[in-house]
């Protein structure tokens, strides 16, 4: 009887440990999903970008006036801000009204021209601007040199309600194994139509049902390795492009884990003004993969 009254005790005592633990998980992803949501709302998340101008050689003015190089419309903002100078691998300002834009939260004096982004020694120089609740910078996409615009009021923002997701299941956290990269970069081609080498960290692989699946990893040099990846969930319940999901660097083994319940929506889900990475054709799996954050709006 004492036998068996501990052994009762211990079933107890791991069926209690066992729910604890999928407490602590589904809490684990429930602020991980907060966390997501808030960075979206900052002034530097994705909810409020209004513009993306590609700029040509030579000037291009700013402002509200009918024929602008950079037409923006808003009651708030000027007919002429001021133009932007592309020459070489470099753009310049000039503000065209005495209270114009500030660069790096200083005023810069009436006609007076300002180097505002240069590529240099691989790496771009760019400063911020803002005027009023509007904040841009310079940014440069292979070959293409533009500005990513913001209203710090915009409706998207403004009347953001968060996002759908599926229910937390942790089925779809998943062991995984990343193996050596079979060459040293992978394709990626973005929503506009570039394609540029990207940094391979190797081929994820995984299983689900006994089936087994593969995912290229792309190494951005942060903390964690990067993928965008679809599935036969993409179009229908998830966004029509893919989503993201990240995973934490791999033992000396080559062990890791997917958790597709982080998986979430690229820029480009909330936004018509990002360029987004696409999946290349080795990461559209044939799998259906009820996790994550489902579509968001219209884009």
């Not at 509007?134 to 403004?158: H, P, Q, S, Y």
């Amino acid at each position: 009887m004492k036998k068996l009254f501990s052994i009762i005790c211990l079933v107890i005592f791991g069926n209690l440990c066992m729910a604890q633990s999928v407490k602590n998980y589904n809490e684990s992803i429930k602020q991980w999903h907060h966390d997501r949501l808030e960075d979206l709302k900052k002034p530097d998340g994705w909810l409020n970008l209004e513009g993306l101008f590609w700029l040509h050689k030579g000037v291009n003015s700013f402002g509200k006036a009918a024929g602008s190089d950079c037409y923006y419309t808003n009651s708030d903002f000027p007919m002429h801000l001021g133009d932007f100078i592309y020459e070489g691998d470099s753009v310049a300002w000039v503000n065209a009204i005495e209270k114009g834009a500030l660069i790096d939260n200083a005023l810069l004096p009436l006609g007076k021209k300002q180097l505002v982004f240069k590529e240099q020694d691989g790496r771009d120089f760019a400063a911020s601007f803002s005027f009023d609740q509007f904040r841009w910078v310079v940014i440069k996409r292979e070959d293409k040199v533009g500005i990513r615009f913001r209203n710090l009021n915009a409706e998207t923002l403004v009347n953001f309600k968060g996002i759908d997701r599926f229910p937390v299941d942790a089925q779809w956290r998943i062991k995984a194994v990343l193996n050596p990269p079979v060459q040293n970069s992978i394709m990626i081609t973005n929503i506009i139509g570039q394609t540029s080498p990207q940094k391979s960290a190797g081929i994820l692989v995984f299983n689900v049902e006994g089936k087994q699946y593969t995912l290229d990893v792309i190494d951005e040099g942060g903390p964690k390795y990067f993928i965008t990846f679809a599935d036969e969930t993409s179009g229908k319940t998830t966004y029509g492009a893919g989503r993201f999901i990240e995973i934490s660097k791999p033992d000396a083994k080559g062990n890791t884990e997917i958790d597709f319940n982080l998986a979430y929506n690229p820029p480009c889900a909330f936004t018509a003004f990002a360029t987004c990475p696409l999946p290349p054709a080795q990461n559209r799996l044939t799998l259906s993969i009820p996790a994550g954050e489902k579509k968001f709006g219209h884009h």
